[in-house]
């Protein structure tokens, strides 16, 4: 079963801005705090930004201020605006589910969605 599918990546230049769409299959997004997240070759996976049910963000520290993460409840869909995107953004990017305390309980990953910064 698709659970996940991430769409919006494509390349631009620094400065400019991408918006990120994932459609979340229906029961998945009811329940779960969602989360984007990111990889980049040689390097781990790593959380991009999280949004609760309730609407509560978060943010890792580098992403502040440039990303925005949002649910559109109509859609099931998660979306996340990059603005003054830097070359180090360049990665693929997914969402899966966020789980605030405790481990995580992933679902299976998507293609994700590559994004690349490069002038």
């Known amino acids: 079963q698709v659970h996940f599918v991430e769409s919006g990546g494509g390349l631009v230049q620094p400065g400019g801005s991408l ?15 969602m989360g984007w997240y990111r990889q980049s070759p040689g390097n781990q996976r790593e959380l991009v930004a999280a949004i609760m ?3 509560k963000t978060k943010y890792v520290d580098s992403m502040k201020g440039r990303f925005t993460i949002s649910r559109d409840n109509a859609k099931n869909t998660i979306e996340l605006q990059m603005n003054s995107l830097k070359p180090e953004d360049t990665a693929v990017y997914y969402c899966n589910t966020f789980v ?7 679902g299976p990953w998507g293609q994700g969605t590559q994004v690349t910064v490069s002038s």
């Not at 605030?100 to 992933?106: D, M, N, R």
């Open 19 to 33: 918006r990120l769409s994932c459609a979340v299959s229906g029961y998945i997004y009811s329940i779960f705090a």
């Open 53 to 55: 049910i309730g609407g």
């Open 100 to 106: 605030e305390a405790g481990p995580p309980k992933f």
